[in-house]
């Protein structure tokens, strides 16, 4: 990575910040999240791009004067490094800082490209279907008496500048980065922006909060602006000309839990308003009003509680905020800021100010915390999988059918997604019969089996049972009784979640349940589960979806007895950066010709999330082969005794079976391996003694 301090068009380009990074720590980053990227390397002539470089996770090279001049090539600069490394690699990347978005999946597409033989170099190329002309008004690229429809036209590729790799030894042969096989690797044209001047750089940092991947946040104190941060930037007036504001109850929640970790907080507002107080009370963090000049108070703030500015978030809106943004390390805005200040900010939150903005904000402060067992806001699903994160922007379907493979999810202090040990949930749902001592012995068969979390179901009875099926009588072990008296009868409240909640702490189980309407989510929040189950009955209940997507917290989504359309309704209310699909046919029990365990992959391909398995069949093959074709969750229910009073305990493995599956499915992680084909140590043996090879002429002497 070549990094010169000098620059005509931007002065110290390589340190100009973008979202908050230097560029050349930016570069570095991306390469080294790249797979097949076992070094990198920035050669310099300045002292700080050396130590930004470090930093960011490389090592340096000292660039000589007779290399770093304008006119000295990047060719020369690479071969000069490995010339100081000693030893060559076998591919070569040569990465540009001026590019400030690079795909470490494109890094990783193009080495690959060239280790499996397909080129000698690969470089990086947007797709492009334009006209070019010369100076004289000649066509370039066509001819200008005939103008072919777009779709009639080979696309041609125009260099991004962004890397370029290549065969070490064909570098070293050619003294140029252009030789032999030359293969592009596309990237698309949010990547595609060189800078090489001011406006290139204005545009990147604009580009920046939705091209960036989501990050925790990682500081010790917050200070945010009132309007427009904590309310939507309205007001409402009486005839007495008081005012009154909207502002989020998860806010709230986020603020108490960003005080209970040890950050510090406060509010500065410009305005001197009886309403930003009374807020301040409510939330208890201190707040400074009628301010003119927000960056001196800011300022002489940070001085009084002794913070480091690096490590201190300022979430602001307005061109008001410029000043105080500029001296803390995370300058924060929100989606619909004005254009200066989404400019200068490192992070733009998904969510509105007044609609979950400082919540968000607190949920990945948090996430940087540990211990905290919380994780970053979702990212919108109309994003790919490299964007900000947010639950509530619509997908449009095209995306969806093309959408790229995600990340893993967080749930609790639990990593859930591809490569990553099978995440087991024991499904007690309503096994327990009202009875909190049978959910006490069912969570301790999960901990003992060894799964991760335990699933409950959670209903308002009154909205949940259709009023024609109220009056119905039912005959239950606890005698004779109306369906909904049967429904409250075996309904746990806020009593019996409590001592769930502490069970499952002392075994070390995660617990979470299915909410069937938005009193029970609000429910379940209050009980800081670490996420929700959406049930496949409800994937089409989209206020329900909504009320989940507006928690933040990750949501895990069966999809039985619905078609591909319907799951993209409910993909576009929940998002997919922290949506976990869990394939299921929602018959009980389920027979093996309705599992369809391929629809795994088609989930997988089209949405670009984590897929799990929830199964309703009898036995464990069904579940073990859905681990071998890659589901990153199961869910099973679970019973103490399939024959107790009940309508899911048949389809439900009891706790030997429990014991089994989680057995075999760590045992299937074992076994599928890496897909490195190797010989192994217990091979050796048998090798010497049975494998015979013979060399053509023993062969020919042989008669073979």
């Not at 929602?586 to 088609?602: F, G, M, V």
Request: net charge negative; hydrophobic share 40%.
């Amino acid at each position: 990575m070549p990094a010169r301090g000098g620059s005509v068009g931007v002065p110290l380009k390589n340190l100009a910040a973008v979202g908050g990074t230097p560029l050349v720590a930016r570069a570095v980053r991306a390469c080294v999240r790249a797979e097949l990227v076992d070094e990198v390397v920035v050669s310099t002539d300045h002292a700080e791009i050396a130590r930004v470089a470090r930093e960011a996770g490389a090592q340096v090279v000292e660039r000589p004067q007779e290399l770093s001049g304008a006119t000295a090539s990047s060719e020369s600069a690479v071969l000069h490094a490995l010339d100081r490394l000693g030893e060559d690699p076998e591919v070569v990347v040569l990465v540009q800082c001026t590019s400030a978005f690079v795909d470490p999946a494109d890094l990783d597409a193009a080495v690959t490209r060239i280790l499996d033989g397909g080129a000698d170099v690969v470089f990086s190329g947007l797709e492009t279907h334009e006209f070019l002309w010369d100076a004289a008004g000649a066509g370039v690229n066509h001819d200008p008496s005939f103008r072919p429809r777009r779709q009639d036209r080979e696309p041609h590729f125009r260099e991004t500048g962004a890397f370029y790799a290549m065969r070490a030894d064909g570098l070293r042969e050619h003294g140029h980065r252009f030789f032999g096989r030359v293969a592009v690797q596309p990237v698309p044209p949010r990547h595609a922006v060189e800078v090489d001047s001011p406006e290139d750089l204005e545009i990147v940092r604009a580009l920046a909060p939705f091209v960036d991947r989501p990050e925790p946040i990682d500081v010790d104190a917050v200070v945010t602006d009132f309007d427009g941060v904590h309310t939507d930037d309205r007001a409402y007036v009486d005839q007495d000309g008081r005012e009154m504001v909207a502002v989020s109850r998860s806010d709230g929640m986020g603020v108490a839990l960003l005080r209970g970790s040890g950050v510090k907080l406060l509010i500065m507002s410009t305005e001197r308003n009886p309403v930003v107080a009374a807020r301040a009370r409510k939330l208890d963090v201190p707040v400074l009003q009628g301010l003119t000049d927000k960056r001196t108070v800011l300022r002489d703030w940070l001085a009084i509680e002794g913070l480091d500015p690096a490590r201190v978030a300022y979430v602001g809106n307005d061109v008001n905020d410029l000043g105080p943004m500029s001296e803390v390390g995370w300058p924060v805005t929100v989606p619909d800021a004005h254009p200066r200040v989404r400019a200068a900010a490192r992070v733009v939150l998904t969510r509105p100010g007044g609609a979950g903005a400082v919540r968000e904000l607190c949920d990945r402060i948090l996430a940087a915390r540990p211990g905290t067992g919380t994780a970053p806001a979702p990212a919108p699903a109309s994003m790919p999988a490299s964007a900000p994160a947010s639950a509530s922007v619509p997908v449009p379907r095209a995306e969806l059918k093309t959408a790229p493979a995600a990340g893993p999810v967080r749930i609790g202090d639990t990593l859930v997604g591809a490569g990553l040990p099978v995440y087991v949930i024991g499904e007690i749902g309503i096994n327990h019969n009202g009875d909190l001592d049978i959910a006490r012995r069912l969570i301790d068969v999960a901990a003992d089996a060894g799964c991760q979390a335990v699933k409950f179901q959670k209903r308002t009875p009154e909205i949940c049972v259709p009023p024609e099926q109220r009056d119905q009588i039912r005959q239950t072990p606890w005698g004779e009784m109306t369906y909904l008296e049967y429904k409250i009868r075996t309904e746990f409240g806020r009593d019996e979640y409590t001592a769930i909640a502490e069970h499952c702490r002392e075994r070390g189980l995660h617990w979470f349940a299915s909410p069937w309407d938005v009193p029970s989510v609000e429910f379940l929040e209050s009980m800081d589960v670490v996420t929700h189950k959406v049930a496949s009955a409800s994937l089409t209940d989209l206020e329900l979806l909504r009320a989940l997507a507006a928690t933040g917290k990750p949501i895990i989504l069966s999809t039985g007895m619905s078609t591909l359309e319907e799951i993209d309704r409910a993909v576009e209310v929940l998002g997919t950066s922290r949506l976990v699909l869990m394939h299921a046919t929602s018959t009980y029990p389920l027979p093996p010709e309705e599992a369809n365990l391929r629809t795994i992959q088609t989930l997988r391909e089209r949405y670009g999330v984590p897929v799990g398995y929830s199964g309703h069949e009898r036995g464990l093959q069904i579940s073990l082969a859905a681990v071998t074709l890659g589901a990153v969750a199961v869910e099973r229910h679970i019973t103490l005794d399939r024959t107790m009073w009940g309508s899911d305990h048949a389809a439900s493995l009891e706790p030997a079976g429990l014991e089994h599956l989680v057995r075999d499915i760590r045992v299937i992680e074992s076994a599928l391996g890496d897909g490195v084909k190797r010989v192994f140590p217990g091979e050796e043996a048998p090798k010497s003694r049975l494998r015979r090879v013979y060399g053509d002429a023993a062969r020919r002497g042989s008669g073979a």
